[in-house]
């Protein structure tokens, strides 16, 4: 369960990577087609700043996750993961409630499977 739970943290930091670049440097292309239907495509250019900064966050949990793989003790390790998993599964169900419903699935849901896999590990 260790490696499943390590994998899981992985991938949830990689996803974040991910929208990093798609918020911070990609708003006006990939960004357009991520988000076609939850925002009016007039809006990507104006927005973009305000992307980028999102993006930034993301990037800071992503690093977070990261970080966790390099703590050397276990407790902290764990804690380490855990509190920005949760920040993950709570922007996850804040977007759900405000934006859109598929965050949750996508952002939340898999750092709830993450989280649940650390606490079992």
Known sequence: MHIISKILIALVAVEHLYILWIEMFAWETKGKESFKG???PELFKPTK???ANQGLYNGFLAAGLLWSFFIEDPIWQKNVASFFLACV?????YGALTASRKIFF???LPAILALAALLFA
């Open 106 to 108: 996508m952002q939340a």
């Open 38 to 40: 939850s925002l009016a």
């Open 49 to 51: 700043t305000l992307a």
């Open 89 to 93: 599964i709570i922007a996850g169900v």
